[in-house]
Each structure stands twice: as structure tokens, then as C-alpha cells.
Nanobody, 125 residues
Framework: QVQLVESGGGLVQAGGSLSLSCAASGRTFGYMYMTWFRQAPGKEREFIAT????????DYADSVKGRFRISGGNAKNTVDLQMNNLQPEDTAVYYC??????????????????WGQGTQVTVSS
């Protein structure tokens, strides 16, 4: 079992920045993916970014490349998501997930067994 605790989020104006953090405990492994998804009202859950706890693999959705940065892992069972130049369309509940998907499935929410409680990010225009 893996437990995930998210922190961060909140309200910010367009163009601003926020940081999210996800701490994992329990049966974690270096090759475990720690992945951020988000879900806006009326929309499907969307992949944002992923990083293995070993730090060997990092990947981003096209919609956030150049604006968001995922970091952490290695000796820490925590990954952080730095979000810059936030826009109203980034408003959503952000979820941290952990699991061991095959590489080609790393962006699929169905591939993850463990989820955090979610944290709200609201960007005002």
C-alpha cells in the first residue's frame, strides 16, 4: 500500500505561480511513477506530468510544457509541481497518483492504483 498526501494549491491571478507537493509513504520503489493529473468540472481527468521516484524519467503534457516543472524523488519520496504562468484554463482539482504502469501507459489514469485526496487550484482572469 502507498499513501499519498498532497499540499499546496489555492487561488491565484492569471500569470501567477503556485506549487503543489505530493508526499508518498508505504511501499514505494525507485521505479514507481509519481504523476499529477487534473480534473476540471464536467471534464475528464487529464494527465499533467510524471516523474519516477528514481528521477530517471520525467514527462509533461503538451498543454503545460514550458510552464510547469515536476521535481523531486531520488532520496525523497516527494514530488513537487511548480506551476508558472497559470491561466484560467488551468483551474481544476489536481490529483497526485502513484503506481508502476508500463512506460506507454504512464499518462493513463487507469494505470494508477494509488491516489491523493486532490487539491483545488483556481486561476482568476
Amino acid at each position: 500500500q502507498v499513501q499519498l498526501v498532497e499540499s499546496g494549491g489555492g487561488l491565484v491571478q492569471a500569470g501567477g505561480s503556485l506549487s503543489l507537493s505530493c508526499a508518498a509513504s508505504g511501499r514505494t520503489f525507485g521505479y514507481m511513477y509519481m504523476t499529477w493529473f487534473r480534473q476540471a468540472p464536467g471534464k475528464e481527468r487529464e494527465f499533467i506530468a510524471t516523474r519516477t521516484l528514481s528521477g530517471s524519467t520525467t514527462d509533461y503534457a503538451d498543454s503545460v510544457k514550458g510552464r510547469f516543472r515536476i521535481s523531486g524523488g531520488n532520496a525523497k519520496n516527494t514530488v513537487d509541481l511548480q506551476m508558472n504562468n497559470l491561466q484560467p484554463e488551468d483551474t481544476a482539482v489536481y490529483y497526485c497518483a502513484a503506481g508502476r504502469p508500463i512506460y506507454s501507459a504512464r499518462a493513463q489514469s487507469s494505470a494508477y492504483a494509488y491516489w491523493g485526496q486532490g487539491t483545488q487550484v483556481t486561476v482568476s482572469s
